[in-house]
């Protein structure tokens, strides 16, 4: 492997959108055609297809057996035969799908039973259940504000919580980065009533596996009279003794008006959902669109994900198994010499020098077997390459050491210079 091989200057050329094309198609050519020719169509980072799946963290890819180090499933329950039995049980009582909105004929009695799973798992009185974690962020943050509101976000929020800030109406600015005396500014500066503030963070930011620093924001927050709510997307399962989240570990729970959350993570099928202790909330069913004008979940998905948090409340060893395996990893891969942008965790990135190496390092870890994913921007902060990883207790010890050996191996190269 050579990371220099691939001149700079081929991708800047590469990056210039055929001259038929204008407007529109022209814009939208440029990132994917510098991509497709500085890659090729062998292994597209953003073209990846899985062939055969093994388990929750092994797969067969391009003829490859590999081992996946880019997924969500933190847990592995997305193949718990708990769960698998669950749905399979629903499939065959329910059938395949609702077929309706939930305030349509899509309001099944698995719906709801859910809701009080996630309201029990949570201790709060209620839940509201989405299709998916991004409609969970749409429904929510766009049914509680709206205009003449201000929502202020951590500035490395997710691409949903930005999209919800701008469909709700309301004006919404950015503070830095887990910066609390810059929301304490933005608070100070703020021209409305504080009780028409939303401040939105995250519990773990899955771009660089850095934890939110909830309890300060959500202090600073509450010192000012505004509403907090937090995005626990990759939290949840993984934190906390009771597995609810950065929000618990770090003893914030009485300062967060709103938890959202997904069940395309830990949970390990696809879905969403809000939790909150304001009876006020319950209204959000009304005003969520994203909520109103979509289909409800299949009955499967439902049962499998109400097995699955029921396993994450009771089986607090899984989440030990994990944490275990991810501060070994960890504790390896700073050791040879690579710089983890963050806390070392079960969700970490190291750093590339810039695409290309970003691309080849991304290329010959897949041709070892092992799959992670390639974050370039404007997915990340700062323009960085990022190559992230992700630990799950579906890991065996082999599978770890496997990487490690591979990651010893490509060392040299990838850190010097
Ligand atoms: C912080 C955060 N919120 C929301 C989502 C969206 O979740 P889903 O994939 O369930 O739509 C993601 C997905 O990666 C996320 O990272």
């Known amino acids: 492997m050579n990371f220099q091989q691939i001149p700079q200057d081929g991708i800047r050329a590469a990056s210039t959108p055929p001259p038929q094309l204008s407007g529109i198609l022209r814009r939208i050519a440029t990132l994917g055609d510098m991509l497709d020719r500085a890659v090729g169509e062998q292994d597209h980072p953003l073209r990846i297809q899985i062939d055969e799946i093994h ?53 099944q009695q698995g719906h709801v039973a859910l809701e009080k799973t996630i309201a029990d798992f949570y201790g709060r009185p209620d839940a509201i259940v989405y299709s998916t974690g991004f409609m969970a962020n749409l429904g929510s943050i766009g049914g509680l504000a709206s205009d003449g ?83 626990e997307a990759h939290g949840m399962g993984m934190y906390g003794a009771n597995g609810r989240g950065v929000t618990e570990v770090q003893g914030a729970e009485h300062l967060v008006d709103a938890i959202v959350g997904t069940f395309s993570k830990s949970v390990g099928v696809i879905g969403g959902f809000c939790v909150t202790f304001h009876p006020a909330l319950r209204s959000l069913r009304y005003l969520s669109r994203a909520y109103l004008y979509t289909a409800s979940l299949p009955p499967a998905v439902v049962a499998s994900a109400r097995t699955a948090i029921e396993i994450i409340g009771s089986e607090p060893d899984l989440r030990a198994d994990l944490w275990r395996k991810a501060e070994r990893f960890c504790t390896s891969v700073e050791a040879m010499g690579y710089v983890l942008r963050a806390t070392p965790g079960p969700v970490g990135a190291i750093r590339m020098r810039g695409l290309i190496q970003g691309l080849e390092f991304w290329r010959d870890l897949l041709a070892s077997g092992i799959y992670v994913n390639l974050l370039i921007p404007p997915a990340t902060p700062n323009g960085e390459v990022l190559l992230r990883f992700s630990v799950s207790a579906a890991h065996t010890d082999a599978d770890i050491d496997q990487f490690l050996a591979i990651l010893r191996e490509f060392a040299p190269r990838a850190i010097s210079a």
């Open 149 to 231: 509101d201000l929502i202020l976000y951590d500035a490395y929020c997710h691409a949903s919580i930005i999209d919800a800030c701008r469909a709700s109406g309301a004006t919404f600015k950015p503070f830095k980065h887990n910066d609390t005396a810059d929301l304490e500014r933005a608070l100070t500066e703020a021209t409305v009533p504080a009780s028409r503030i939303l401040v939105v963070l995250e519990g773990l930011y899955s771009v660089w596996g850095d934890i939110g620093d909830v309890i300060g924001l959500a202090t600073v927050a509450k010192n000012h009279g505004a509403l907090v709510l937090v995005d």
């Open 55 to 107: 388990g929750p963290v092994h797969a067969t890819i391009s003829g490859r057996k590999t081992t996946l180090f880019g997924t969500n499933s933190y847990l592995g329950l997305n193949f718990d035969p708990r769960c698998i039995a669950a749905a399979h049980e629903a499939l065959d009582k329910w059938g395949t799908g609702s077929t309706a909105s939930r305030v349509a004929s899509g309001n």
